[in-house]
């Protein structure tokens, strides 16, 4: 891993675990590597919840009217995450915004159009995830 890419991860992460706190919502980072980037605390009866991130700095290099993110969720030894990591968030640093999603255990790969990434789609695919949980702060 390139020293910029540590650096674009670790500002995704960051900027979805700020999301969380903003929404009254604690984060732990965890402090040896693992397959969740942040522990999400949904109260006491459901407790902490994994969250994978994924971050790209820019869309992809592509000629395309509609640019897009392309945002891998594969981990390295190629197999897909567990569920034990039910939450996947991705990252458009540019833009600052972020979107969630159910991790199903199937989907590797998220496009993601770079018209989607707006407040109110952060807010809505937010509003899901939490709603998957059932949890109402």
């Given at each position: 891993?390139?020293?910029?890419?540590?650096y674009v991860g670790t500002?995704?992460?960051?900027?979805?675990?700020?999301?969380?706190?903003?929404?009254?919502?604690?984060?732990?980072?965890?402090?040896t590597p693992n397959e969740?980037?942040?522990?999400?605390?949904?109260?006491?009866?459901?407790?902490?919840?994994?969250?994978?991130?994924?971050?790209?700095?820019?869309?992809?290099?592509?000629?395309?009217?509609?640019?897009?993110y392309r945002f891998g969720?594969?981990?390295?030894?190629?197999?897909?995450?567990?569920?034990?990591?039910?939450?996947?968030?991705?990252?458009?640093?540019?833009?600052?915004?972020?979107?969630?999603?159910?991790?199903?255990?199937?989907?590797?790969?998220?496009?993601?159009?770079?018209?989607?990434?707006?407040?109110?789609?952060?807010?809505?695919?937010?509003?899901?995830?939490?709603?998957?949980?059932?949890?109402?702060?």
């Open positions: 891993m390139s020293k910029n890419t540590h500002s995704g992460e960051h900027l979805v675990a700020s999301y969380f706190l903003k929404n009254k919502i604690g984060v732990y980072l965890p402090t969740k980037d942040l522990l999400v605390n949904l109260g006491s009866e459901k407790g902490y919840t994994g969250v994978q991130v994924k971050t790209q700095s820019n869309p992809m290099p592509e000629q395309r009217t509609n640019k897009r969720f594969m981990r390295s030894n190629k197999t897909a995450y567990s569920k034990n990591v039910p939450i996947f968030c991705c990252v458009a640093l540019d833009k600052r915004l972020i979107q969630f999603f159910i991790n199903d255990g199937t989907k590797l790969h998220y496009i993601l159009h770079d018209i989607s990434f707006t407040e109110a789609m952060e807010t809505k695919t937010f509003d899901a995830v939490l709603n998957h949980f059932n949890y109402h702060g």
